[in-house]
């Protein structure tokens, strides 16, 4: 079975700095996701980003971006320049590319950003 | 309206209580799920629709039961629920595109933060 570890429950970053949350995960299929999604105190969760596997590519979404290492299977989000409003819990999760996939999520990490 | 809706936003209610949740989506998509968040643990997926059938149904208890009426609405009846129950439910949907329900967004709905007492 699939699982998704995240091995930082909490972190903390000074506004404008850089930060990176850690992810990994087991998987014994080649056709995957990996997601970020963020959810602010207000509790609606919302992507971050999202890269495919196949792609070797980092997908990058303005201030935030990742570190997919396939073989290690590792699936970092590095987040540049942050904000107040970047604070949220942070959730990696993965997703199965076939029929009966869905998402897996890992425990969740909560970012805290000083002024 | 855009986006996930749900109502109530915080429900209590006694173990004898039957109540529900109600969840629309105003996106156009073909699939919503129904998925559990409790302090310090991963999201726990409990029910998907994929057009409108339940595809998913990971080992959820009996007193929760989907009901999926159409594409845009979803409810969880909940009937002599359990204290550790207790928990914040969310639901979301997204666009199945060639059956690979894994490869998508979901966009989620705020949640109903859910007291048994």
């Known amino acids: 079975a699939q699982t998704v570890t995240q091995s930082q429950p909490e972190m903390s970053v000074q506004e404008a700095e850089t930060v990176t949350l850690s992810c990994t995960y087991d998987?014994?299929?080649?056709?995957?996701?990996l997601f970020w999604y963020k959810q602010p105190p207000s509790r609606q969760m919302i992507l971050v980003i999202r890269?495919?596997?196949?792609?070797?590519q980092n997908a990058t979404e303005n201030r935030f971006s990742v570190n997919f290492q396939k073989a290690a299977k590792s699936f970092s989000l590095k987040i540049s320049d942050s904000q107040l409003g970047d604070a949220a819990m942070y959730f990696c999760?993965?997703?199965?590319?076939?029929?009966?996939?869905?998402?897996?999520f890992g425990k969740g990490t909560k970012l805290s950003v000083k002024p | 309206e855009t986006g996930v809706t749900q109502t109530p936003r915080h429900l209590v209610m006694g173990m004898t209580n039957k109540k529900s949740l109600k969840c629309e989506q105003h996106?156009?998509?073909?699939?919503m799920y129904w998925y559990k968040q409790s302090a310090k643990k991963p999201l726990e997926l409990m029910f998907v629709?994929?057009?409108?059938?339940?595809?998913e149904n990971n080992s959820v208890p009996s007193r929760f039961s989907p009901e999926c009426p159409n594409s845009s609405h979803l409810f969880l009846h909940l009937h002599t629920l359990q204290p550790e129950d207790s928990a914040l439910y969310l639901c979301a949907s997204s666009q199945v595109s060639g059956g690979a329900i894994g490869a998508n967004v979901l966009t989620f709905g705020a949640g109903s933060r859910l007291t048994v007492l």
């Open positions: 629709y994929n057009f409108k059938e339940q595809t």
């Open positions: 890269q495919e596997a196949y792609k070797q």
């Open positions: 996106l156009g998509h073909n699939a």
């Open positions: 998987t014994s299929e080649s056709d995957y996701y």
């Open positions: 999760a993965y997703g199965d590319g076939g029929s009966q996939g869905n998402l897996i």
